[in-house]
């Protein structure tokens, strides 16, 4: 079973930039895609990027060009680099893991195949 654990969030203000990571343990990790997704406060989760297991990526539109995942070539951690953040980024925000997900999926339903969920790092933007 894979478990993930997300940091690296805090409170920053608008304009500047801050790195998630998100690690994981358990057997296998070089197959997972990995997503990850925000919710703020009375809002519903949405997703923000995948990556899957060959490297390839995609975002949503509203952070596309601000926001970067990778992945770490030696250990089971991913990196959700945030730049240019805006107020309105603020949220949780959760890693999430499966085999069977992929960028097409996501395209579709963007938790399909996401199997294992962190508990969530806070990220605050002030203005």
């Known amino acids: 079973q894979v478990q993930l654990v997300e940091s690296g969030g805090g409170s920053v203000q608008a304009g500047g930039s801050l790195r998630l990571s998100c690690a994981a343990s358990?057997?296998?990790?070089?197959?997972?895609?990995l997503g990850w997704f925000r919710q703020a406060p009375g809002k519903e989760r949405e997703p923000v990027g995948i990556?899957?297991?060959?490297?390839?990526?995609n975002y949503s539109f509203s952070v596309k060009g601000r926001f970067t995942i990778s992945k770490d070539k030696t250990k089971p951690i991913w990196y959700l680099q945030m730049d240019i953040l805006k107020p309105e980024d603020t949220a949780m925000y959760y890693c999430?893991?499966?085999?069977?997900?992929?960028?097409?999926?996501?395209?579709?339903?963007?938790?399909?195949?996401?199997?294992?969920w962190g508990k969530g790092t806070q990220v605050t933007i002030s203005s």
């Open positions: 358990g057997y296998a990790w070089e197959d997972y895609s």
């Open positions: 999430a893991a499966g085999t069977t997900a992929t960028l097409w999926t996501w395209s579709r339903n963007p938790v399909y195949g996401m199997d294992y």
């Open positions: 990556i899957d297991s060959g490297g390839s990526s």
